[in-house]
């Protein structure tokens, strides 16, 4: 029988010890693999490749298309970007699948109350794009970018995740209140889809509800379709209800390339001591198992982890109450022995194929009948108050097209004062209307407003104010009338 190639990172940390758990478990029951070891993360840093992802790695990516990875650490606040998101991010795996399930024989608060749930979070958009600026010495700036295509993408492979594993509500949990455009397009484009999913409930819910109501009644959740940030803090949360981040496994699916993984990370002051949970990567291989096919081998090795927690002989150290835990290869080793069995509480699901969306989706999916630019948004440096800003840009404006509508500071409204008490930094969003809409793109009006502001100030950013169809699309600052 010919063997079906995949791609293995062993990863940091502990990756190494989880990862082989999974593989040999895969081993023990033949199922025909054919392992490309490879390298990303930490030690791939240290030889001075900055993305943490070398050639030979990606080259495996491209002819294996099918991954099972350990966790890869990222330096904290400074230093190179995540290996991790540079990989979901290269192969466009837009959509990352968190399910947690009440497991037996790990007790938590909420054990008895059948907690069976699903994050699915979108992959590579929203504020992980990772597109960050220090625009002064002291402001720093995240761009926050969500795209139609991208929400449409995500919002059906939710509602397909619901069909493989009969679901029946699924949730869209975003800060549309808050963010109107970027959190806002994913609610919109969740609503008008799921009209396409008849006889599976749609409900949005806002994101910081969803947190409480995750807490509170974690049971009336099946699938939750979320933005990136959102549903990496919302999964996090959900693991630790059903006993932590040892036993909640991950899929990173593209339409070409699926990436499996745990939720955790490389926790390195357990690397190398035999006393982790392997659980999440197992867990994420029986998904891998799944996506290509070996609905048995994965049902089986489900069964084995559902059993040898339910019979608890051996049981890692983050069960709650374990005494005299196992080490991680006793624990891998009694998986091996029991499969073939079954837990009494749960089984696996009868899970259906999951139909990954491949939509042939135009760059351009969203075509307005009519577009103009009405003004512009500089974003100054500048470190005495707004209305001294204020005058001096009002004087500087004869001879452009552009009157000087108002000054902002972090979003709040300063110029022409509100008359409220404002801190200020010393960045200004300066909003200039043109006295003209533009019909085209032609930028004069713009170089000539910049050529004249430019002579005492410092622009860190532009913004082009568009309407689209005749509708504003860029927000007011709070305050502004
Ligand atoms: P972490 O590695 O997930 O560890 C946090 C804590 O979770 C551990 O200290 C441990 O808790 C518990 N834990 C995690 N995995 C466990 C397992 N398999 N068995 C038992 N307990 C487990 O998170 P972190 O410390 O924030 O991050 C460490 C590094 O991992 C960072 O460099 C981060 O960037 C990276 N990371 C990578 C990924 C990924 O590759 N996808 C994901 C997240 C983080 P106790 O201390 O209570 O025992």
């Known amino acids: 029988m010919s063997k079906r190639k995949a791609t293995l990172i062993p990863g940091d940390g502990i990756g190494p010890e989880v990862t082989g758990a999974a593989t040999k478990i895969i081993a023990a029951l033949n199922v025909p693999i054919d392992w490309e070891v490879c390298e990303a993360g930490a030690g791939v840093f240290k030889k001075g490749i900055e993305s943490g992802v070398p050639k030979e790695t990606i080259e495996s990516i491209n002819r294996t298309r099918l991954v099972l990875k350990g966790p890869l650490e990222t330096p904290v606040g400074f230093g190179e970007k995540s290996a991790n998101v540079t990989l979901r991010k290269l192969f466009e795996t837009f959509g990352n699948i968190r399910p947690v ?15 069976d749930l699903v994050i699915v979070r979108e ?3 929203d504020l992980y794009a990772g597109i960050e600026y220090m625009q002064t010495p002291q402001v720093a700036e995240c761009l926050k970018l969500i795209s139609r295509k991208g929400c449409e993408k995500i919002v059906r492979l939710g509602f ?13 949990a975003t800060k549309a209140n808050i963010m109107k455009f970027t959190e806002g397009m994913l609610k919109r484009t969740f609503e008008e889809l799921s009209k396409d999913y008849p006889g599976i409930e749609a409900h949005h819910i806002i ?19 979320t933005t990136n940030m959102n549903g990496d803090i919302l999964s996090d949360l959900t693991s630790a209800l059903v ?3 040892g036993f909640a496994p991950s899929a990173n699916y593209g339409s070409e390339v699926a990436i499996f993984e745990a939720v955790h990370g490389s926790a390195p002051k357990y690397a190398g001591k035999n006393n982790i949970n392997p659980s999440a990567v197992i867990l994420s291989a029986t998904m891998m198992l799944r996506y290509i096919g070996e609905f048995e081998a994965a049902n089986k090795i489900e069964n084995s ?3 040898t927690l339910e019979e608890g002989k051996f049981r890692p150290r983050d069960v709650q109450g374990v005494t005299n835990p196992c080490s991680t290869t006793d624990f891998t080793n009694a998986i091996i022995s029991n499969l073939g069995k079954s837990a009494k ?16 989706l135009p760059q351009d999916l969203v075509k307005p009948k009519s577009r103009h630019v009405v003004g512009y948004d500089l974003f100054l440096e500048y470190n005495k108050s707004p209305e001294s800003l204020g005058k001096e840009l009002e004087k500087m404006l004869d001879g452009t097209d552009c009157t000087l509508k108002t000054i902002s500071s972090r979003g709040t409204k300063v110029y022409p004062s509100t008359g409220a008490i404002t801190d200020c930094v010393d960045k200004f969003r300066c909003r200039f209307m043109l006295k003209t809409p533009l019909t085209d793109h032609g930028d004069a009006p713009l170089i000539k407003l910049l050529t004249k502001v430019s002579e005492k100030f410092l622009c860190a950013h532009i913004e082009k104010l568009q309407e689209f169809d005749g509708k504003m699309g860029f927000t007011k600052s709070q305050g502004e009338d």
């Not at 397909?160 to 869209?172: F, I, M, S, T």
């Not at 509480?345 to 042939?360: H, S």
């Open 243 to 245: 006993g932590g981040l």
């Open 207 to 225: 994101v910081d509800n969803c947190a409480h109501q995750l807490v509170k009644k974690p049971e009336q959740f099946e699938v939750i379709i």
């Open 345 to 360: 509480m749960i089984q696996a699901r009868n899970y259906k194929p999951l139909n990954i969306p491949k939509l042939n």
């Open 160 to 172: 397909e995740v619901a069909k493989a594993e009969g679901r029946k509500v699924v949730h869209c």
């Open 101 to 115: 399930r009440e497991l037996p024989g790990v007790p938590t608060p909420y054990s008895g109350r059948k907690v």
């Open 123 to 125: 992959n590579v958009e």
């Open 305 to 307: 982890v559902f059993y």
